[in-house]
């Protein structure tokens, strides 16, 4: 039995193949069963959301009513930045020019079965057009890609993998550099010079350099820099809350997407004719 | 079916247990699912390893090794085949330990919480040593092997063994 694995094994690494086969069969027959549970879990939280839990509500909207204050205060002083206008000129932008890019909202149903990797598995499939290796994002940032897309199931790497990384640069002052995972909560910077400056709260988007994902989706913020040589160690908390993802939305091309830089985008960015790109409905 | 039976060899009294026709595989399939989703509500789960957990109590409570040795192989498989994992990385550290559990499950006490936790915590331990040396080995890729989060796990595991084994004792067939 060990032999036979460790051959399996040797087999894997030598055509650098994964057993396709075995993990459709396994996917196929199991992901039903993680479908329902799935679909079971939201119910009970939905309940339990809209019933039992409304028992805090008057504490819980008094909280609200503060959280909103102090947002309110939050907002007038972002009002007054122009870097702030620019940065969200330029995404509505990123929107405007990829309308024809067609994005697939998905539902996770699953996660990876070990304790090692870190993987998710989505409610779609090949049959709604996910393909290998396109890119997953939520509205918040960037989420993985597909590793592997069986009939009506796909799994995702997660940024957060330690085999995982996207092309990245700092959003300030342009360097770039890969973004990858560690198998921690926060990402990893590489290659940044130690001559190089980066500054904590640095917001990191992509640079499209690896061809799967587009120009200035926002990949995460600098929260640690830890001087080394010849490179810095730059940590970075990921944009999209990895952990607690429920929905995304895949990237259904293996184009690159690249954002036409206009000098005038703020000026687009005004267009009361914008509208988001197509998203198709879970 | 036959429940409980012994087996004595001079002065050695073993208790072997059988289950409900079924409950393996229900339990099995079970496991896995629970083990995917609950990643997805409680990230914190990630922890957990209850196909290994499933596969230490069957191991230590049919103490038969080639069973437990085939327990672990699918088990693993299964494992491998939901994760990015390559096939045979936890079918090959499952299948040892299936095979550990059932031959110790006939030396030691296992009906115990206690040494049930501290069964599970150096099992899994030791499944971790195992996936470290395949992956330093074989695949080459060094990581670090034993670092304050995998104790933390263990004791984790441990814990949650004890009171998953008491759910699962619920499933042996009776005399």
Known sequence: MLVA????????????????????????????FERVGSWCAQKVRGTWNGYFALRGAAKENEELRREL????????????????????????????????????????????????????????????????????????????????????????????????GVGAMLADSRLQSPVGGTGEPLLLMKYVSSDDEVNTGERVVTSGMDRIFPKDLPVGIVVDIKPGNPFKQVRVRPAANLDRLEEVLVLLTLHPLEIKQEPNAATNAAAPNSEPAPVAKP | MNGTFDLRAGETHIEVYKFRSGAIVLVTLLVLVLQALLRVYFPRAEMLDLPLLVTIYFGLSRRNPSSGLLLGTVIGLLQDSLSKAPLGLYGIAKTLIGYLASSIGGRLDTEHPASRFALTAVFFAMHQGIIWLIRRLLLGQPEMWFNLRLGAAALINGGVAVFLFLLLDRLRARS
């Open chain 1, 5 to 32: 694995q460790v051959l399996l094994l040797a087999m894997q690494i030598k055509r650098d193949e994964k057993g396709r086969l075995l993990r459709m069969w396994t996917v196929g027959a199991i992901s039903p």
């Open chain 1, 69 to 164: 204050d102090a947002l309110n205060l939050r907002v007038t002083q972002l009002d007054g930045k122009a870097a702030e206008a620019d940065r969200l000129a330029t995404l509505l932008h990123f929107r405007q020019s990829h309308q024809a890019a067609p994005m697939l909202a998905a539902r996770v149903i699953a996660a990876s079965a070990d304790t090692a990797s870190r993987t998710i598995f989505i409610d779609r499939g090949e049959r709604d057009g996910v393909r290998k290796d396109m890119g997953v994002i939520t509205p918040d940032g960037v989420v993985g890609k597909v590793i592997e897309a069986f009939r009506g199931t796909s799994q995702i790497l997660l940024l957060t993998d330690r085999d995982s």
